[in-house]
């Protein structure tokens, strides 16, 4: 017998921005392989299929993406529902290219279900929209973070290029992100927003690029994004350089 792999979107952490499909596909799961940080909330929506955490935690413990592709492939081979349930969407910084090509190599049936990716849900959150007309016409999602053996990436020029940019993966390394994006010739007066825990009572500490660092070593240490562009001027003018927690997700 063999099963479909659904790599399924989790959303930014609200369990009520999952797809209808997404929840679909969860209570119909005979098993599901989950991220470490999707919340219990969202798991709850698993009816029967077994739960295995495989999550590659920043610094932490990780399951290698090759055992998880094999994983993957053996358990298409016992069961019809296969998940593979990704923090945000699965195409975005999700590795869902390697677990696509192993198990299409292997020939089981590949389905993906959209989430919402962090960059929108922070957005959200702001009320700030990433295009605006007049003020920003190009958006770049990028991260700085380089996987072992990969080529080198141009990712602070794309970001000094575009009008907004949103980086994930980026908080603990400000330092160093200051640094390229100052030498790609981004002016150190850039408005930048750092928004953590996206969609579930998120926190925000907006500047400018030259603020960074000190920025994000005020994060409680959740899951960020920083956004960078002209859109998140009114921020740095507004009193909030602190971390100002806000209301809650849009969903309350
Ligand atoms: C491995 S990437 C996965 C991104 C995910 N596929 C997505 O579409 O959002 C993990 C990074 O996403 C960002 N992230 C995930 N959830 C977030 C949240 N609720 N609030 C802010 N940033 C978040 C952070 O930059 C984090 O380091």
């Known amino acids: ?22 929840v679909r596909v969860l209570a119909e799961a ?18 029967k299929g077994k739960l295995l955490p495989v999550g ?4 932490r413990h990780s399951t290698a993406q090759t055992f998880i592709n094999k994983r993957l492939a053996d358990a298409a081979r016992r069961y019809r529902v296969v998940v593979r ?35 929108l849900a922070a957005s959200a959150d702001l009320g700030i929209s990433l295009s605006q007309r007049g003020v920003a016409r190009s958006v770049v999602f990028a991260t700085p973070r380089e996987a ?3 080529r080198p990436s141009n990712w602070a020029a794309a970001v000094a290029a575009a009008d907004t940019a949103v980086l994930y993966m980026a908080a603990g390394e400000a330092r160093s992100v200051l640094d390229a994006l100052l030498a790609a010739g981004l002016p150190p007066g850039k408005p930048v927003a750092i928004v953590e825990n996206a969609s579930v009572g998120y926190a925000l500490a907006a500047g400018t690029l030259a603020d960074l660092p000190a920025l994000a070593a005020r994060s409680a240490g ?15 003018a507004s009193a909030s350089r602190d971390l100002l927690p806000r209301l809650t997700s849009q969903s309350a």
Do not use: C, N, W
Request: aromatic content about 6%.
């Open 148 to 150: 072992e053996g990969a």
């Open 222 to 236: 959740g899951p960020a994004v920083v956004m960078i562009g002209d859109v998140y001027a009114a921020l740095q």
């Open 1 to 22: 017998m063999k099963g479909t792999v659904y790599l399924v979107g989790a959303g930014p952490g609200a369990a009520d921005l999952l797809t209808l499909r997404a």
């Open 30 to 47: 005979d098993i599901v392989f989950h991220d470490a940080l999707i919340p219990a909330e969202v798991l709850a929506l698993v009816a």
């Open 56 to 59: 590659k935690r920043s610094g």
């Open 85 to 119: 349930l990704k923090g945000g969407d699965p195409m975005l910084f999700g590795r869902a290219h390697e677990e696509i090509s192993y198990l299409t190599r292997q020939r089981i049936e590949v389905r993906v279900v959209p989430g919402v990716t962090a960059a």
